[in-house]
């Protein structure tokens, strides 16, 4: 049974860093396309940024380009997400989804998700 687990998140100041990694396990995922969803409270989930199963294309919700930077690790089944320049409005939930398929930006495209994160960026 493939899970996903999130961990990184925190309370961070605006302008801080912050840096979430997602761990999968009971699978193979060499072939996996990953990605990251956020839900702030009272706003439905949304994209956030996806990358492909070799790590060689991404893509950024306009929100967040230039400040977040996705990569995958080293290890077929870790994927991490760099976010700097953190903003009040970034602060939400963080929820790591994978797929086996090719997958676009629509959260119903992922098979696989996380419990998720708490990211709160507060003064």
């Known amino acids: 049974q493939v899970q996903l687990e999130e961990s990184g998140g925190g309370l961070v100041q605006p302008g801080g860093s912050l840096r979430l990694a997602c761990v999968a396990s009971?699978?193979?995922?060499?072939?996996?396309?990953w990605a990251w969803f956020r839900r702030a409270p009272g706003k439905e989930r949304e994209f956030v940024a996806r990358i492909n199963w070799s790590g060689s294309n991404s893509d950024y919700a306009d929100s967040v380009k230039g400040r977040f930077t996705i990569s995958k690790g080293h290890a077929e089944n870790t994927m991490w997400i760099q976010m700097n320049s953190l903003k009040l409005e970034d602060t939400a939930v963080y929820y790591c989804?994978?797929?086996?398929?090719?997958?676009?930006?629509?959260?119903?495209?992922?098979?696989?998700w996380g419990q998720g994160t708490q990211v709160t960026v507060s003064i």
């Open positions: 989804a994978a797929s086996p398929l090719p997958v676009g930006s629509e959260w119903f495209q992922y098979q696989f």
């Open positions: 009971g699978g193979a995922f060499a072939n996996y396309n």
